[in-house]
């Protein structure tokens, strides 16, 4: 079955770090460029960061940078998140996302065509 | 705020056809396609249009997408009840260099 699925969610206090992950099965993941996507209680969808399928190539919202890394591990089919110096208004369910149909990050035909459940972090003392 | 406009709330009868929209900019509706996604009730987004108005195989053609110029639009026919959730649009930001979503139309089905 083609899926993605999130973990490492929970409660995290303000300035602390978590580390998601998505495990990929189903497909191969490298062939395809994956994302994070946010959603705060009661908000819409942003888009957090995404990589290339050979992870050679990050990108990041302008919210999130210098604070979190993606990355992926292709021989584990996993793409992570590693969240550092976190806000209250990091507070979200955090869906990774997988690219339709190809390996980069780029307008040319854009859109996710398959979303994990989400995991859900909150930023809190 | 959302990159892109979308009215928050829609409702229909069951039968009904429905319409909602989404505006954007040049930097992104403009220049680029627009994707739906169907949020039900807890849980994750699922794609229901791409490229304005391609349907993915498994949903249904009740679902229709049209884009013109900086504005987009979701066309529903013959609503039914497990159709009620939350439609984002989404389209490709030149200026973000990602994606933006619209805040989401909560669909009602009366």
């Known amino acids: 079955e083609v899926q993605l699925v999130e973990s490492g969610g929970g409660l995290v206090q303000p300035g602390g770090s978590r580390r998601l992950s998505c495990a990929v099965s189903?497909?191969?993941?490298?062939?395809?460029?994956m994302s994070w996507v946010r959603q705060a209680p009661g908000k819409s969808l942003e888009w957090v960061s995404a990589i290339v399928g050979d992870g050679s190539s990050t990108y990041y919202a302008d919210s999130v940078k210098g604070r979190f890394t993606i990355s992926r591990d292709n021989s584990r089919n996993t793409l992570y998140l590693q969240m550092d110096s976190l806000r209250a208004g990091d507070t979200a369910v955090y869906y990774c996302?997988?690219?339709?149909?190809?390996?980069?990050?780029?307008?040319?035909?854009?859109?996710?065509?398959?979303w994990g459940r989400g995991t859900l972090v909150t930023v809190s003392s | 705020q959302s990159v892109l406009t979308q009215p928050p709330s829609a409702s229909g009868t069951p039968g009904q056809r429905v319409t909602m929209s989404c505006s954007g900019s040049s930097s992104n509706i403009g220049s680029n396609g627009v994707s739906w996604h169907q949020q039900l009730p807890g849980t994750a987004p699922k794609l229901l249009i791409y490229?304005?108005?391609q349907r993915p195989s498994g949903v249904p053609d009740r679902f229709s997408g049209s884009k013109s110029g900086t504005s987009a639009s979701l066309a529903i026919s013959g609503l039914q009840s497990e159709d009620e959730a939350d439609y984002y649009c989404?389209?490709?930001?030149?200026?973000?260099?990602?994606?933006?979503f619209g805040g989401g139309t909560k669909l009602t089905v009366l």
């Open positions: 189903g497909f191969t993941s490298s062939t395809y460029a």
């Open positions: 996302a997988k690219r339709a149909g190809y390996f980069d990050w780029s307008p040319f035909k854009w859109y996710f065509d398959l």
């Open positions: 490229n304005n108005n």
């Open positions: 989404a389209a490709w930001d030149d200026s973000l260099n990602g994606p933006v």
